[in-house]
């Protein structure tokens, strides 16, 4: 079992990576002592792995899928948190994907002002990404993520056995985020998942284990150095978020999952870098070769039109005057923040790939 420091306001916390996450969560509640556990868990991920978290409390099984992500299911556990006397020294444990995460983590966050919560990440998306990082929240008709709060768990769990279990989409999903930390920050990394995906996957369980400890820390360092985001250094974090972004919005969230779009959102802004003079020549192309041997898609292929992006572009809180802020890698393993992009030139990206 590995331990990562996560830097948050309070100091840090341990995310563990590896095939023991029962015993390192169950030390972690002895430590804490609360007055009582309650898990809240994605239905699909506690039938597979839910056993050996039974024994720590009562559970509560939501549906799986963004569906959950509402005020009605949030409200629901609220209640049933009442109903069993949960008080203010109670541990949530929030069991499944990004989904749980979000969700469990906005119900500790709001449960009698705020308790203590800890996140068993079961997929591979939450594992590097969605479990870590304090941001809880849900969706409302209007839009997604329009309700949330930071509230920052005690502890993240990340085992590697869990993802053998994921649709094989949900794993290229994340693996899409994984790209783009190679790219942002590792360029060892990079070449890695350039050398054979055959290879990659079927070293299973130590090969996620690799890959998530070192997104992790990643991240870890990211937020450690821009705690509050003055540097916008976390901003590099977004990395084909922007058109991602915007792809989903135009696709109103459906049919196309955060990493797919967030895998062609990478491979625009990658171009439109090289368009610009900033990136290495080249860079797209091996950004996309690897893309594709990971089975992710590398443009819009006709899933939506291209006006259509290039509209939620503009409602993207980054956009100022027409001039877009986009992520763009100057080679692997380094990228900036560069402001006053023109819409025209992502276009002409979306158009030509
Ligand atoms: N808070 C953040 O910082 C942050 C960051 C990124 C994404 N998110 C949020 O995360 C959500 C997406 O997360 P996700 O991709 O993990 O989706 P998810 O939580 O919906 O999980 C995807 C699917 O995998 C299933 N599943 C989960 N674990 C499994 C396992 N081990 N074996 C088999 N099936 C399993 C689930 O039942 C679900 O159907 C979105 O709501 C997004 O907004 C949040
Ligand atoms: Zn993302």
């Known amino acids: 079992m590995k331990k990562v420091a996560f830097p948050c306001p309070a100091g840090e916390y341990p995310v563990w990576v590896g095939a023991d996450s029962r015993a390192a969560v169950a030390k972690a509640v002895e430590e804490l002592a609360p007055s009582a556990v309650y898990l809240v868990a994605d239905r699909t991920a506690w039938e597979y792995h839910g056993t050996e978290f039974a024994g720590l409390g009562e559970t509560f099984l939501f549906e799986p899928g963004e569906g959950s992500k509402t005020i009605s299911v949030w409200s629901s556990i ?56 304090g941001k809880t929240g849900l969706d409302l008709p209007q839009g997604k993520n329009l309700v949330g709060a930071f509230h920052h768990p ?16 949900q794993l290229r999903n994340g693996m899409a985020e994984v790209v ?7 360029p060892s990394l990079f070449e890695e998942l350039q050398s054979g995906e055959g290879s990659a996957l079927a070293s299973g369980v130590a090969f996620f284990e690799s890959v998530c400890l070192r997104c992790i820390e990643h991240k870890a360092a990211v937020v450690r150095e821009d705690p509050e985001d003055r540097l916008g250094k976390r901003a ?12 989903e919005a135009a696709l109103g969230y459906s049919g196309i999952y955060h990493g797919e779009a967030v895998a062609i959102g990478m491979v625009v802004e990658t171009w439109v870098g090289e368009r610009m ?6 860079l797209t192309e091996r950004l996309r070769e690897l893309l594709l041997e990971w089975r992710l898609p590398v443009g819009l292929d006709g899933r939506c039109r291209i006006e259509d992006v290039v509209e939620r572009l503009f409602l993207d809180k980054k ?4 001039r877009i802020a986009l992520v763009i890698p100057a080679r692997v393993g380094h990228a900036e923040i560069v402001s006053g992009v023109s819409a025209e030139l992502i276009e002409e990206g979306l158009r030509a790939l």
């Open 236 to 247: 590099l974090l977004n990395f084909g978020h922007t058109v991602g972004h915007a792809i």
């Open 180 to 186: 783009k930390y190679a790219c942002v920050f590792d």
């Open 154 to 169: 005690i502890g993240v769990a990340c085992d590697p056995r869990f993802l053998l279990t994921l649709p094989e989409r």
């Open 319 to 322: 956009a100022e005057g027409g």
């Open 78 to 133: 609220l209640e049933w948190l009442a109903e069993r006397r949960a008080d203010r020294k109670s541990l949530l444990i929030a069991f499944g994907g990004g989904v749980a995460a979000d969700l469990g983590g906005f119900v500790a966050a709001t449960y009698m002002r705020g308790i203590s919560h800890l996140n068993v990440a079961t997929t591979l998306l939450a594992q590097v990404d969605a479990a870590l990082g």
């Open 277 to 282: 003079g900033m990136t290495e020549s080249g």
